[in-house]
């Protein structure tokens, strides 16, 4: 292991490519995480009723073994199991034209896009902070983003078994002074609850209505510990003014109408992601000097 260690060390480009590669076979099992963690959420829920209600615990999907790594991965349209060759990341993809060598039915983008995206993203992490365990840290925190992001996007959920883990880490990573200092990142933690909780129930008492969800609370809380409170009301503006922009775009060239909610998840990830690579930047330029 030291001897790849040096060998990344002397040859940066090796290193890049290598962690892009990394990032393609891991975007492939994002891709699990964020199509099966809301399904399995469900899952949860619907035995937790059952048992609330003292139900027998067999009603339909709930009695079925479903998790992360099973069942195997398979066609949603004619359940043919997925093989390793049509699994590679991208590749599989283009090899088969986009659509199932079952059915022939058309298969997402999507799939492929999160992979790419996020072997760009580790690339660029690891030509950002080099072989050192900061790149690690950084990956993690990119990656539970997107993942986040993409779920939200689907479902207007934010999960706890990613949001509550990401915001410990990053309270642990910061103990030895990894983007900030552990005072900072806790009061970044506290601040990113408290200051979406404070707008929550400000907008709910105006107007009756629930403006956002307690997931993005945390979620926000996580990215506070990460970076500390002076990156909080930075991810805040960045995340508003793209929700904005997006969400008048949707309105007036989508014709969506005004009253469907808009998930923040993805908006809150842009900002954390932009805190990480342009944190100092954006942090002077908000708050001048």
Known sequence: MPEIIKLFQQNSTLFVGCFS???????????????????????????????????????????????????RSSCPNCNKRISGLENIPVLSYL??????????????????????ISALL????????????????????????????????????????ITLPLLWIG????????FTDIQTAVIGAAAGYLILWIV???FKLLTGKEGMGYGDFKMLAAIGAWFGWTMVPVVILLA???????????????????????PFGPYLAIGGIAALFWGHQLSHLYFGG
């Open 21 to 71: 590669l990394l990032g393609l076979i891991v975007g492939s099992f994002l891709n699990v995480v964020i199509y099966r963690l809301p399904k399995m959420m469900e899952q949860d829920w619907r035995q937790q009723c059952q048992e609330l209600c003292n139900l027998e615990a067999k009603i339909g999907p709930a009695a079925v073994k479903y998790n992360l790594i099973a069942p």
């Open 95 to 116: 090899f088969l034209k986009g659509k199932c060598k079952g059915c022939q039915c058309q298969i997402s983008p999507r799939y492929p896009i999160v992979e790419l």
């Open 122 to 161: 580790l690339g660029i992490i690891a030509s950002k902070f080099g072989v050192t365990s900061t790149t690690l840290a950084a990956s993690l925190f990119t990656l539970a983003l997107l993942t986040l992001a993409l779920i939200d996007f689907d479902t207007h959920l934010l999960p706890d078994d």
């Open 171 to 178: 309270l642990i990573f910061n103990l030895n002074h990894g």
């Open 200 to 202: 929550f129930w400000t």
């Open 240 to 262: 508003s003014i793209i929700g904005s922009i997006v969400g008048i775009s949707m309105i007036v060239f989508a014709k969506q109408g005004k009253n469907i909610p808009i």
